[in-house]
């Protein structure tokens, strides 16, 4: 078997775990440890201005760990606090059921930074010249004073160049000593903009849409800046600072001033043309699409090292993104996509802190549901914080007949604010967005929520903190409903309440290692599952086609395509064409992923629905404050097995089933529910797109119970092409059987909520 440099370290090393820069050169990293003031630089970066963290934030190194092996919290905090090692028990909100597996000594405040903000750094400078000209393609997303585009100087010494933005949407050229401002309001947001700015050794002109904004002297030959070359970003203080919110596309340095017939023909090539000749000191084309490098061209090799991420594959000056919907578009046949680099001022992926803690799991630990749980005082309150990981079987000790799937890329999805303000209340209700947010700002952003430019989000990092899948953080209120960690956590109690031994996987172990299907009876898919990549779907796929048997305790499930880099370490998700978008329809272009080159958005529109492997399709939602807006299941096909083997259910056609009786909660028809196609179909309202077709139920199938959503209390229903749709009936989730004729049996519950209700109805 083999094993990652990463997954050696976490597992043959003690004390603290150092982060593994890989080959990166190391003469661009500051070795300074991260903490808690000023501009600290942190392990694996440039020099990058610093944020601090009020409180305490944690993440372990890994989703899961194999039982046997070690996993490390790495932790910030400016309190001290004390660290326990927890399985969750069997009282879903009451920490006092957990099992300790371990307590730490008290532990000391330890605050550690975090460096968010993306941009390309270039090691290797341009020295002085007789002549310079910078060009470079901007699609501004928010305007920022002092914003960089092209950047190599000192503010502190006025040496150096620079182009930048400023917030009332002008153009700054700074040479050496000499600075100078285009108009305001010529750039606006959301429209690209060709930025050249020459100095021909007398004089320093600016062109912004090969429109001169103004000439004048500079006669002062200026001094190489003893800082870094920059795009989307420049340096202050000695520390990369002043981030784009914005996109760049063909960035090009000459050693020479552009003539005015040079800057319209380049403005004209849209950025489809790359720079060449020996005047050209750097041209980045940015056709990579992928990585951390971009490359340039010229014969000085400038390559660039991209922090923080940033986003690829979304076109550049020239490209039309409003694709069609039902067609067979690909970015890698369209001459006028060009190429583009997303950078966005909160960028961050990976926190790159040192480990405090590790802990060795036991090789006979069981399998579940861990928290890494910290007590500590805050502002004179006790407070609780949890990481959460699951903890495997190890394979040397056999396995159980079933695994279940804990819906991990749903709990990340929704982790909005990483770094939320720390509460003292056990039980928190936080939103789509995620939780309330620390008095500075740090990044918060998710797959519902934009960053703070503007810009959609596509990505998220792994190495990050996710309090958002804490134990007991609700989405409902009143209702007491929650449809991350939590909701995964009914079905495990009632599992081992009735004596059923199960092995747990996350979402990402799944990805990495499908056929691990093949050694259970029966796979269970809980929860919230609703991000799906595709070697998952594939590998469900041939289990089912192997004679496998599938129970689908959720909802929404198999809904948004994702994809990971191939360390595992960032998810990339790109929503468009149904609520919870990031994208506009207008740019539905960049929907393709980076990691792969194919098309995101909901797996139906990406040749893998739901339906053909698990029967069922997404309907909706309802109302998940309102308690009114919950149902029950109304019982069919009574005289099924299903309701008479191994035990009798007793229960009558008409009968409801699946709550804690009359106006009671929970119930098991809410949240988000899915339904068969033919009643999609049943309830579609307007004709189909064109290009576009609704299929039809797989044979095989019956339906055992039908779900009860009260439309008149709240909601949002949609047809199968995601248009709003107002249901006649009280259609909720529709409980099917299907023995399916390409192999495999399923029993869909069709409703998040189908868990939650185990507990309350036996």
Not at 132 to 160: F, M, Y
Not at 588 to 612: K, L, N, V, Y
Not at 634 to 660: I, M, Q, Y
């Amino acid at each position: 078997m083999k094993h990652s440099r990463r997954d050696f370290l976490k597992t043959t090393t003690t004390g603290v775990a150092g982060l593994s820069l890989g080959d990166l050169p190391p003469h661009l990293f500051a070795a300074a440890a991260p903490t808690i003031s000023g501009s600290a630089p942190s392990p694996g970066l440039p020099a990058h201005r610093a944020l601090s963290l009020e409180g305490l934030h944690a993440y372990a190194d890994a989703e899961s760990v194999l039982a046997g092996r070690t996993i490390s919290f790495h932790v910030s905090s400016t309190v001290p606090y004390r660290l326990s090692i927890c399985r969750l028990g069997l009282k879903v909100d009451d920490p006092a059921g957990d099992v300790v597996l371990h307590r730490f000594p008290e532990a000391p405040p330890r605050p550690q930074s975090i460096h968010p903000g993306s941009y390309v750094h270039v090691a290797k400078s341009v020295p002085p010249t007789d002549a310079l000209t910078l060009e470079v393609w901007v699609r501004p997303w928010k305007l920022s004073d002092g914003a960089g585009l092209i950047t190599q100087r000192s503010p502190a010494s006025s040496h150096g160049f620079g182009v930048h933005l400023t917030t009332k949407g002008a153009v700054t050229f700074v040479l050496g000593p000499s600075s100078r401002v285009s108009a305001d309001g010529r750039l606006g947001t959301g429209r690209w903009h060709h930025i050249v700015a020459t100095w021909d050794g007398t004089r320093m002109a600016l062109w912004i849409d090969a429109r001169r904004e103004g000439e004048w002297p500079a006669p002062d030959l200026p001094r190489t800046a003893e800082a870094p070359l920059c795009l989307g970003a420049c340096a202050h203080a000695g520390f990369a600072d002043n981030f784009l919110d914005g996109d760049l596309a063909m960035p090009v340095i000459y050693d020479r001033a552009l003539t005015e017939a040079e800057i319209r023909a380049r403005f004209a090539a849209q950025g489809l043309q790359p720079a060449r000749g020996r005047h050209v000191l750097a041209c980045w084309p940015l056709t990579e699409e992928r990585g951390d490098r971009i490359h340039d061209i010229s014969r000085h090799r400038r390559h660039g090292l991209i922090v923080n991420h940033a986003t690829w594959m979304i076109g550049g000056p020239s490209f039309n993104a409003e694709v069609p919907r039902f067609a067979n578009y690909d970015p890698a046949r369209d001459a006028g996509r060009g190429h583009g680099l997303r950078l966005c001022a909160d960028d961050l992926y990976d926190c790159r802190w040192q480990a405090v803690h590790k802990f060795g799991v036991p090789a006979n630990a069981r399998p579940g549901l861990h928290v890494a749980r910290f007590e500590f005082t805050l502002n004179g309150r006790p407070h609780l914080y949890h990481t959460t990981f699951l903890v495997r079987r190890s394979p040397r000790r056999g396995r159980a007949p079933l695994l279940v799937l804990c819906a991990t890329n749903t709990w990340r999805a929704y982790s909005g604010t990483p770094f939320a303000a720390n509460k003292p209340e056990l039980k928190q209700v936080w939103g789509t967005g995620g939780g309330p947010e620390l008095p500075n700002k740090p990044p918060a952003f998710n797959f519902y929520r934009a960053h703070s430019g503007g810009q959609g989000t596509y990505q998220q990092g792994l190495r990050m903190p996710w309090p958002a899948a804490g134990p007991y953080i609700l989405y409902g209120g009143p209702t007491d409903y929650s449809h991350l960690m939590r909701a995964d956590r009914f079905l495990h109690v009632w599992l081992e309440q009735t004596g059923y031994d199960f092995d747990v996987a996350g979402d990402l172990d799944f990805h990495r290692d499908p056929d691990q299907l093949r050694h259970y009876l029966a796979f269970v898919i809980n929860g919230h599952s609703e991000y799906w990549s595709e070697p998952m779907y594939r590998g469900l796929e041939k289990y089912l086609r192997g004679g496998g048997n599938v129970i689908v305790l959720s909802g929404n499930s198999l809904f948004w395509r994702v994809t990971y880099n191939d360390a595992g370490t960032i998810l990339e998700c790109r929503k468009v064409d149904a609520p919870g978008d990031q994208l506009p329809r207008s740019r539905r272009g960049e929907c393709w992923h980076s990691h792969d080159g194919r098309r995101g958005g909901m797996m139906r529109e990406c040749g893998m629905p739901a339906w053909r492997l698990i029967g069922l399709e997404t309907l909706g939602w309802n109302n998940q404050g309102n308690p009114e807006n919950f149902g029950p299941f109304v019982a069919e096909l009574t005289d099924h097995f299903l309701f008479n083997r191994p035990e009798k259910t007793g229960l009558r056609s008409g009968e409801k089933f699946g709550w804690a009786g009359e106006g009671r909660m929970p119930m098991a028809n809410g949240h988000e529910f899915d339904i068969r196609l033919s009643t999609l179909a049943r309830l579609q309202e307007q004709p189909s797109p064109p290009g576009a077709v609704l299929p039809s139920d797989p044979p095989g199938m019956v339906r055992l119970a039908n779900g009860i959503i009260p439309w008149k209390k709240g909601g949002a229903a949609f047809d199968y092409f995601f248009r709003p749709i107002k249901p006649d009936t009280d259609q909720g989730g529709e409980m099917i059987y299907w023995e399916r004729p390409d192999g495999g049996r399923v029993f869909n519950a069709g409703s998040i909520g189908a868990g939650w209700a185990l507990l309350a109805d036996p």
